[in-house]
Every structure is written in structure tokens, then in C-alpha cells.
């Protein structure tokens, strides 16, 4: 089967490619000539793991190319996959103008029988409105347009499309239903699920789907602020319920508030179709607003153990918005470096994958690192933001002896505590109650309740 996929990002570039390993033949086509060229080059311009080696065997395997043509790509396919943008308006609702436009695009050169797929994250009813935007040039001809959204997270996204949990595919007639369970047969013969429903339903699956396992989030962020305060583990409560199976143990890993392309983005649009079909969705309104308010609440907990704020130097370790990914988009370190820097403190930042894409948002107004230990070297404080494997085996005997202050503020939970404080450190983690240096008698101070961080900052020497 021939294929197009119209937008080259994370979404439409994984997609694409783990087509080709089915057996497909697909061209990915996108609007910037530079992303295509680099494509054709050899450089694919995201780093997700596997990627680049899978794009290479289907290239030389001859069943994926890139182009800048759209007309020549869609005239020939059998489905024409949208995988574009769907970024938030400034009010939280969908932007779903690069939809639109690319409906635009191909629909003058659609072949007959093709199919149009929506793989974008979009809300309820934009299949059936892509539907009537491609009528429009294309009249009395069949127009076929169903719905199909991904579960990818990045970093895992290959093996999530092709060890999904599921297929959702909406339909609102048969024989596209029946098309679109074809072009899956090599999953479904693989016993992973095919989900039929609408268009409607399948739209509204994706945002659900995010929406849940975004409030999954939220809930153990809320949990790890309560042992903080009652001297709790998180970690050990999250075990706790995570071995309930109503629950599951997935995604109940505090952190400094969820980042990413999608869930910002796709619980503000769910919140907006709540608002919109006079069905409030509070919880997640709600999650929306602790999740911003989380990311501003530990900032503030950095710039509290600095004395003065203004000149003193932090580092970060960790942009990426979660390991295994190059992408910062609304990474919670985003926020932090924002304030800190609103703050006039110095802030030095490192990541494995990251810093370039980090780097063109901020420029000179960070130092950019090579290494995490150039990073902190001087740093008053250093704040682990992004669970890399790599800040889970730093040498912390050097880090200590590089630090100029005390505090080590670690958002991932990655370190184990006695071997920060054993280093003299104050351990600030998530879910856990702040640990003071450990004094020469071996032992280790923790605070009862979080104690005003400016009454610490004074009384470190
Ligand atoms: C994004 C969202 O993250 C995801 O939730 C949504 O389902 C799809 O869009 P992603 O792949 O991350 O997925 O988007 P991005 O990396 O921005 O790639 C979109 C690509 O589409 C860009 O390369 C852009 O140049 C291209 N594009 C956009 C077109 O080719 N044509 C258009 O008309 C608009
Ligand atoms: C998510 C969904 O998981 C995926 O199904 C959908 O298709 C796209 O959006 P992604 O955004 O790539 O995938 O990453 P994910 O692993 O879900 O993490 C999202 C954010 O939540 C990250 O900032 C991550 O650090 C955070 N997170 C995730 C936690 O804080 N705790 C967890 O336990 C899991």
C-alpha cells in the first residue's frame, strides 16, 4: 500500500517510517524544504531512539522517501495520513489551522479511492470538518476521512506503534473502517487490539486517553506534596497503590510537573471541548492550573536558598521535557530557567540531547555546558530537572567539591539520599521531606516541615 504522511515531525516521521517496516511504501512529505533536505541527506533532525536507523534501512529498502512535492506524493496514495501541528490558541483551545491548510492542499489531487487519515491530535468533529473543507474542490467525488490517533511517547515511540497496546481507528462508513483494519493487518495479526468507532469517539479517545494519564500525574505530584510536609516516601506510596491493578503502577512518578508537546497542549484543547459542549471538565481544569502553579512552586523553593538572589549562579541539568527525547517543548526546566533569570540569577545548563534546541530559545543569556560538571562548577545550587541516566551515576564527590553552595535540588528523585548529604549537601528531592548535610558524626538532620528555605539560606556557612 502507498502512503503519504503529510508533516515530518515527531509524530508524522515515526509514524511513517514504522509504516515502511510493515511493508508500506511512503513518502513523508512536509512544508519546510530544509527538514526534507536534511531528510534526504541522511540527517533526521529529532532525536528519537531507533529513529534514525529505521529511517535509513527503509530508505536503502526503497519504501520511504522525503519530499517537498505534495501533489506527485498524495496523487498516488492509497491513504494520506495528517500528522501537522496542532499547537493551543492563546485562550488553551485547538489551533487547528495547519489541519485546514494541509486539507486544502491535498484535496485537489486526492486519487480516487484514497483515504484521509487524521493522525494529528484533534478535537471532536474535525474529521467530519476535514471532510467538508475537501468536498469543497473535490465535487461529488467520494471523500473518505477517518481518524486514527497515536499513543506515541517519545523516546518509546517506536516501540509503541509497533507493540501498541491498541489501534483506535474511527470510521463513519464501512469500507473505510475496513481499509484502515487492513492497512493495520500486520499488528492486528500480532494480537494487539483494533479499536472500530467513530470519528467522534476515536477524537475524543485521544483526549481522554491524555487527559487520564495527565491527572495521574497531577494526583502523585499532590500526593509527594503531602509527604514532604508529613515526612512521608512517595515512592513508597506510590508502590503502595500502584500495585492495586484498578491502578497500576505507570505514571505515578512525581516530578517537577509534566512538559512535553502534548499533554500542556491536549488537557488545555480537552478543557476547551468541555467549556465548549457545556461539559465542564474540572478535574483537568483544575490539573492544568496546579501543573503551572507546581513548576512556579519549585522554583521558588531554588531561589529560596539563594542569599542573594541577584549574581548567585545556578545549574541545571536536564531541558528535555523527559529523558530520552531532544525536545523542550513546555519542559518544566523552560520555566525554571525563566524565572530564575527574571530573578537575575546566573544560570549555567547542560543536557545530553537538549541544549541545542534549549540553546536557540534562550541564547547567551545561559552558559551552555558540554558537561554536567562544567555546569555546576561555581553553582550555588544545582537542580536535576530531567531523568537522564547519566545524572543518576554523577560522581557527587565531585560535584561537591566543583558546587561554590550547599543544595542539591533533585526533581526526578533520581539520587540516593545518604550519599548526597554524606557529601554535605542538603538534599532537596520530590515527595520526600528536605535532609540536611550529614554532620561529622554520621548523622543527617531532616527537617520536620519544610522549613522557610530563607532561614537555611542563613544559616549555611
Ligand atoms: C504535533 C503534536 O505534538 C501532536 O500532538 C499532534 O498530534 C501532531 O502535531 P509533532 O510531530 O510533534 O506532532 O509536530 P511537529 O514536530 O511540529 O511536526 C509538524 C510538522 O508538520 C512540521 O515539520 C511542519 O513543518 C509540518 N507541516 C505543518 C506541514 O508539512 N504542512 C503544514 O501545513 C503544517
Ligand atoms: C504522551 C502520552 O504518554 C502519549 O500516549 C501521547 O501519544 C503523547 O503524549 P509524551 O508526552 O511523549 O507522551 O511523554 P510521557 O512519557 O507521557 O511524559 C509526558 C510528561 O509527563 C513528561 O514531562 C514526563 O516527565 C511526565 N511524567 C510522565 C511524569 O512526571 N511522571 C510520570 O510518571 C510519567
Redesign the pocket.
Known amino acids: 500500500m502507498k502512503l503519504v504522511l ?7 516521521l515515526t509514524t511513517g517510517t514504522c509504516f515502511a517496516s510493515l511493508g508500506c511504501h511512503v513518502s513523508c ?4 524544504e530544509t ?1 526534507i533536505s536534511d531528510l534526504q541527506n541522511g540527517h533526521v533532525p529529532i532525536f528519537e531512539p531507533g529513529l534514525a536507523d529505521l529511517i535509513r534501512q527503509m530508505a536503502a529498502a526503497g519504501r520511504l522517501n522525503f519530499s517537498t512535492d505534495l501533489r506527485d506524493a498524495v496523487s498516488s496514495a492509497d491513504f494520506v495520513f495528517i ?4 499547537p493551543s490558541r492563546p485562550d488553551g483551545d485547538i489551533d487547528l489551522s ?1 489541519v485546514d ?2 486539507a486544502r ?1 491535498i484535496a485537489p489531487y486526492l486519487a480516487e479511492n484514497a483515504i484521509v487519515v487524521i ?3 484533534v478535537v471532536a468533529g474535525t474529521a467530519r470538518a476535514v471532510c467538508e473543507i475537501i468536498k469543497k474542490t473535490r465535487k461529488g467525488k467520494s471523500v473518505r476521512v477517518a481518524s486514527n490517533p ?1 499513543f506515541l511517547r517519545e523516546g518509546s515511540a517506536i516501540a509503541d506503534f509497533l507493540e501498541a497496546d491498541r489501534v483506535v481507528v474511527g470510521a463513519d462508513d464501512h469500507s473505510t473502517a475496513v481499509a484502515l483494519r487492513s492497512l493495520y493487518r500486520p499488528l492486528i495479526d500480532k494480537g494487539i487490539p483494533f479499536i472500530s468507532t467513530s470519528t467522534t469517539d476515536a477524537e475524543l479517545i485521544k483526549y481522554a486517553a491524555n487527559a487520564f494519564l495527565a491527572l495521574k500525574i497531577g494526583f502523585i505530584n499532590d500526593v509527594a506534596n503531602i509527604c514532604e510536609n508529613a515526612g512521608g516516601d512517595v515512592s513508597a506510596v506510590a508502590r503502595g497503590i500502584g500495585t492495586d491493578r484498578r491502578i497500576g503502577e505507570n505514571f505515578l512518578q512525581p516530578g517537577p510537573g509534566f512538559g512535553g ?2 499533554f500542556p ?2 488537557t488545555r484543547a480537552f478543557a476547551a471541548t468541555g467549556r465548549r459542549y457545556k461539559a465542564p471538565q474540572g478535574l483537568i481544569e483544575q490539573l492544568i492550573s496546579a501543573n503551572d502553579e507546581r513548576k512556579a512552586m519549585l522554583a521558588e523553593r531554588i531561589l529560596g536558598v539563594l542569599e542573594p538572589r541577584r549574581c548567585s549562579r545556578v545549574a541545571i541539568l536536564g531541558l528535555a521535557f523527559k529523558a530520552s527525547t531532544d525536545d523542550v517543548r513546555e519542559s518544566a526546566a523552560l520555566s525554571l530557567i525563566e524565572t530564575l533569570l527574571k530573578e537575575g540569577v546566573e544560570v549555567g545548563a547542560h543536557d545530553p540531547q537538549a541544549r541545542r534546541k534549549a540553546q536557540d530559545l534562550f541564547g547567551a543569556d545561559v552558559t551552555w555546558h558540554e558537561d554536567p560538571y562544567s555546569a555546576v562548577r561555581g553553582a550555588d545550587a544545582v537542580a536535576i530537572m530531567t531523568e537522564w541516566e547519566e545524572y543518576r551515576d554523577l560522581d557527587l564527590t565531585r560535584l561537591s567539591d566543583l558546587m561554590a553552595g550547599k543544595h542539591l535540588f533533585d526533581f526526578r528523585n533520581l539520587l540516593v539520599a545518604k550519599d548526597v548529604t554524606g557529601h554535605g549537601l542538603f538534599y532537596h528531592s520530590i515527595g520526600r521531606p528536605l535532609l540536611w548535610p550529614r554532620t561529622l558524626n554520621g548523622t543527617s538532620g531532616m527537617a520536620e516541615a519544610r522549613p522557610a528555605l530563607s532561614g537555611i539560606a542563613a544559616s549555611v556557612v
Do not use: F, M, P, W
Open positions: 503529510i508533516g515530518a515531525g515527531y509524530v508524522g512529505v512536509d512544508l519546510s527538514r500528522a501537522v501541528g496542532t495547519q491548510a494541509a492542499d493522525k494529528s491530535t497515536e508537546s502534548c497542549k491536549d
